[in-house]
C-alpha cells in the first residue's frame, strides 16, 4: 500500500476493501493482457470475465486505484462534452438523443454492478449542471430539453434564479440543471469491489509489476522485471502513466494536473445549507469546479484540470480559495484532506484513425459522450474482445 498517498487522499483512507494482489514473478499466457489497473483496465476485465473470457491478465505498476480512479471527483453524469448545435450538424437530432441514452447508461451500470455484486461503494443519486452566467444558462435550457427527449422517465429539472437555491447553497449560480439519473460514487471502493468480483470469475491480478518492454508478433509480449504474459490481445489501460511505454501514443498526449480537497465532516446544518440534494455538481466551463457531500458530511471540491506539469505551491490553499469562492460561509471549515496529481491524458486517441472498428467506436461515440462510465464498462470491453491492440483511455468529465 502506497502510505503517502493514502495519507493525503480521500478515497485512500476511506477505503473499505484490504485487497493485495502479488507482483508477477513467472511466465504465463492469457487471451487478453490489460496493462493499468483502474477503471478502465479492471472493468474491461470483469466485462470480459462475465462474458465467458476468463483467462484475462490485468497488470499494474503500483497498486489499483493509484492513478485518477483512486483521486477523481466521483461524478457519475450524463449528457455531452460539447455545444450541442454544434454535434447535432454531424449526428442529426436522431443520433443526439441517441448520444444522450448512450452517456446515462453509465450510472444505470454501476446501480447493476454494485447490486450484482454487493459493492461497498456509497452510490448517492442526484446530480446539478451550473450556470455561472446566461450564456451557460442557454445551453443548461438545451440539455434540458436534450434530457428529457432521450430520458423519460429520469427526475429533471430546471432551476433558475433564486430557485437554484433550492438545490445548491450558493449565490454565484444563475441555475442548474437537476438530474437524478446522475449521482456519485467512492470511485476507489467501486474499483475495488470490481476488482474482488473479477478475481473471483478467474481474472488475474497483479499488483506492482511495471511493465519494462512490450514486443508485437504474432502474440504479443509484455514482460515485467521478472516475469512475463504472452497473449492474442493487448489492452493499454495506462491513462497518464502511459510515460514511453508506447511512444506512438505517448508523443501524441499531453497530461493534465488535478487539485481536489476534502473538508473536515460538517455539520448537519451546514450540509443543509450546501445542498439538500447531496448530489455531485460541476460547473459547465471548459475549465470546471466540481464538488459533493461525503457519506461523512464532508465535502470534496475539485478543480481546474490544467495542461501544466506542475503544481502550485500551496494547492490545498489555493484550492481552498476557489471553494469559498463559491461557499464563502465554509472559510474557516478545515481542511482534512488534499491531492494534486496527473489526471488523465487529453487527447482525440490517437491513432484511432488506422483501426476501421475504433474508428467508428471512438469517433463518433467517445467524442461526444460526456460520461466515463458507458465507455469504460461496455464499449472498451467490446473492443478488446475483437481488436488485437487496444488503447483505452477515459474520457474527462468537462
Same mark, same amino acid.
Given at each position: ?16 476493501? @484490504? ?7 513467472? &511466465? ?54 460539447? &455545444?450541442?448545435?454544434?454535434?447535432? /450538424? ?13 452517456? #446515462? ?42 434530457? !428529457?427527449?432521450?430520458? @423519460? ?24 440543471? !437537476? ?19 473479477? #478475481?473471483?470469475?478467474?481474472? !488475474? ?12 508478433? /504474432? ?150 459522450? #460526456? ?25 474527462? /468529465?468537462?
Amino acid at each position: 500500500m502506497n502510505t503517502k498517498i493514502d495519507a493525503l487522499n480521500y478515497y485512500g483512507a476511506t477505503k473499505k476493501y @484490504p485487497l493485495h494482489f502479488p507482483a508477477l514473478q513467472e &511466465d504465463i499466457d492469457a487471451d487478453v493482457v490489460i496493462i493499468g489497473g483502474g477503471f478502465s483496465g479492471i472493468n474491461t476485465a470483469l466485462e470480459l470475465a462475465e462474458q465467458g473470457i476468463t483467462n484475462v491478465v490485468v497488470l499494474e505498476a503500483r497498486h489499483l486505484g493509484y492513478g485518477g480512479t483512486g483521486r477523481n471527483g466521483g461524478q457519475v453524469m450524463a449528457g455531452i462534452g460539447h &455545444d450541442i448545435e454544434a454535434v447535432k /450538424k454531424y449526428v442529426g437530432a436522431a443520433g443526439m438523443e441517441t448520444l444522450f441514452k448512450i452517456s #446515462n447508461l453509465g450510472a444505470g451500470i454501476i446501480r447493476e454492478r454494485i447490486r450484482k455484486y454487493h459493492i461497498d461503494a456509497d452510490f448517492v443519486p442526484g446530480y446539478g449542471y451550473l450556470a455561472y452566467n446566461q450564456r451557460q444558462l442557454k445551453t443548461l435550457q438545451q440539455w434540458e430539453k436534450e434530457f !428529457k427527449a432521450a430520458m @423519460p422517465e429520469d427526475d429533471i429539472e430546471l432551476y433558475t434564479g433564486k430557485d437554484v437555491q433550492q438545490v445548491i447553497g450558493s449565490d454565484v449560480y444563475c441555475g442548474v440543471l !437537476k438530474h437524478m439519473g446522475g449521482g456519485h460514487v467512492h470511485s476507489l471502493n467501486l474499483l475495488l469491489g470490481s476488482a474482488q468480483a473479477a #478475481n473471483s470469475l478467474g481474472v !488475474k491480478i497483479f499488483e506492482y509489476s511495471p511493465v519494462v518492454e512490450v514486443s508485437y508478433g /504474432k502474440t504479443v509480449r509484455v514482460r515485467t522485471a521478472m516475469g512475463s504474459v504472452k497473449a492474442a490481445k493487448l489492452l493499454w489501460a495506462c491513462d497518464s502513466f502511459l510515460n514511453n511505454l508506447e511512444p506512438e501514443i505517448y508523443k501524441k498526449t499531453l497530461v493534465t494536473y488535478s487539485y481536489q480537497v476534502s473538508t473536515e465532516p460538517l455539520s448537519s446544518e451546514l450540509v443543509e445549507r450546501i445542498s439538500p440534494l447531496r448530489g455531485a455538481f460541476s460547473d459547465i466551463r471548459p475549465v470546471i469546479n466540481y464538488y459533493r457531500l461525503t457519506k461523512e458530511n464532508r465535502l470534496l471540491f475539485g478543480s481546474a484540470t490544467r495542461f501544466l506539469e506542475y503544481t502550485p505551491h500551496d494547492f490545498a490553499a489555493w484550492n481552498r480559495t476557489l471553494l469559498t469562492e463559491v461557499f464563502p460561509y465554509l472559510k474557516d471549515v478545515k481542511i482534512d484532506f488534499a491531492k494534486a496529481g496527473p489526471s488523465w491524458p487529453r487527447s482525440i486517441l490517437p491513432g484511432a484513425d488506422r483501426w476501421p472498428v475504433a474508428r467508428i467506436c471512438f469517433r463518433r461515440l467517445a467524442r461526444f459522450v #460526456n460520461t466515463i462510465m458507458f465507455f469504460m464498462f461496455r464499449v472498451i470491453p467490446d473492443l478488446a474482445s475483437r481488436l488485437p491492440i487496444l488503447y483505452a483511455k477515459s474520457w474527462p /468529465k468537462e
